[in-house]
């Protein structure tokens, strides 16, 4: 009982970091969409408020099992986290980014799948697909039962593969970014890229895009690997240039 007040601190610390990231975040590319697609959120202020409102019940749900893990690290050393950057070999601060996303792309994939089923989708996903078009503010807009699937799986990956405290940063940095950009409703990456072969298997919001066109495809949040292993790949969608490349 005597730890119960520092783990408190710590969850609340840790909501109020990803509070922070997500409007530094989504805030950031929804003044980019402002700048370079004026008019492309006209109308959606409504919406943009049930993003936000949503989206700071989803920073609380994820900060809970964050700060437990940040604590534990940090005062029982209950993790695999390490500090020492020669502690494991050199070249597996890359493959252990790699197999964090691989896993976490796994566990959204048939999460999401599953959310995609009539009765879970009324409870609880159609909260999501409320954004309609998604904007920049939509990356984290999820129901309180969808939100706490993706609150546990960064934590739970602690527990079961080594990662230094910086690839761990890189980790969340892509989680980020990939996750505001897959929902603002205009590709920033160059057409070299999403139509390229590294565009064959990544996804950006072109991808992701006929996901809320369309629904019942393009289920990834990283990786085109398990839509194409399990026939959902739709492929990208329609009119939705890059912004650079189009040539």
Same mark, same amino acid.
């Given at each position: 009982? $005597? ?7 710590s ?6 970091i990803?509070?922070?990231? =997500? &409007? ?6 929804a003044?980019?969409?402002? @700048?370079?697609?004026p ?11 049930a ?16 700060? @437990?893990?940040?604590?534990?690290? $940090? ?6 986290? =390490?500090t ?5 070999p050199?070249?597996? @601060? ?5 197999l964090y @996303? ?5 566990w ?37 039962w ?7 799986v960064?934590?739970? &990956? ?11 940063g ?31 298997? &990544? ?5 992701? $895009? ?5 629904y ?5 949040l =990283?990786?085109?690997?398990?839509d194409?292993?399990?026939g959902?790949d ?9 912004v650079?490349? $189009?040539?």
């Amino acid at each position: 009982m $005597q730890a119960f007040p520092l783990i408190l601190a710590s969850m609340l610390a840790m909501t109020g970091i990803i509070a922070v990231r =997500y &409007l530094l975040s989504s805030g950031g590319f929804a003044l980019a969409t402002r @700048l370079t697609r004026p008019g492309l959120y006209a109308g959606l202020d409504r919406q943009m408020r049930a993003e936000i409102r949503w989206s700071f019940a989803s920073a609380l749900i994820f900060g809970i099992p964050a700060g @437990l893990v940040a604590w534990g690290w $940090q005062n029982r050393g209950w993790t695999l986290i =390490y500090t020492d950057v020669y502690a494991l070999p050199l070249w597996y @601060l890359p493959v252990s980014v790699l197999l964090y @996303l691989f896993a976490h792309d796994t566990w959204f994939y048939w999460t999401h799948r599953l959310m995609h089923r009539p009765a879970l989708f009324r409870v609880a996903h159609a909260v999501h697909h409320a954004s309609r078009p998604p904007t920049a503010w939509a990356a984290m807009s999820f129901h309180p039962w969808e939100a706490l699937t993706g609150a546990v799986v960064i934590p739970a &990956l602690v527990f079961l593969i080594p990662i230094h405290v910086a690839a761990l940063g890189a980790v969340l940095s892509v989680m980020t970014v990939m996750g505001v950009t897959n929902h603002m409703g205009w590709e920033m990456f160059p057409r070299a890229l999403v139509r390229g072969p590294a565009g064959r298997w &990544l996804i950006t919001a072109s991808h992701h $895009q006929r996901h809320h066109e369309q629904y019942r495809c393009n289920y990834g949040l =990283y990786f085109r690997f398990w839509d194409k292993v399990c026939g959902t790949d739709r492929g990208l969608a329609e009119g939705f240039a890059p912004v650079r490349g $189009q040539g």
